[in-house]
């Protein structure tokens, strides 16, 4: 049992997942497809459709940082973030998003649903040289998590051409962020409210050796 037969599962129960929808079906169907033993679904898979869903995301996430680091987007801070959560929605097909959406989106699934969001974020503010290791750290990753969210949503339902209505929906969501961003930093140089955030939020920092807090994988 290697990474390699875990991928070849991944692979095959994705083909049937159009039909079978992001679940355990769809694992059993594609085992068949490639001999795997069905006992070794649950090796690879532990979860069922949530691990599905899981490690379709995470693939996608994964191609993301290798285009970041070999192909970074350029232009102002705003446009490559943005062009890196549309580089992002690039790299899935919108009907099986939709199909692991519904998945995660069980109660018991919500918080790897949560996570894995957390974790695009993650994979964007990195790849573009993010570097605060305070509590910077936290709230850049929800913003940016909230308009990932938001924007997988619209994306999902928009008919327009090229999905054009989308991407205007993205910028509006980062020019907002940004507007946060630097709402902050104004804040931050006002006498007295740098003390006092460092009093409450001076113990925050980023976690060491983990993307994320707590187990991600």
Known sequence: MTQTDRDA?????????PFEGMNDAALRAGARDIGMAADLIAVHFPRGGA???????RRADAALRDRLATDPPQGRFRDRVADSVWARLDLVDPELVRAGAATLAMPQNAGLAARLVWETADAIWTGLGDSSDDVNWYSKRATLSAVISATVLFWLGDESEGRADTREFLNRRIEGVMRFEGVK????????VSAVTRGAFGWVRAPRNHPLPGKTR
């Open 185 to 192: 930093a104004k804040l931050s140089r006002l006498p007295g």
């Open 51 to 57: 691990d599905l869903a899981a490690a379709y995301h």
């Open 9 to 17: 599962l991944l692979d095959a129960a994705l083909i049937h997942v």
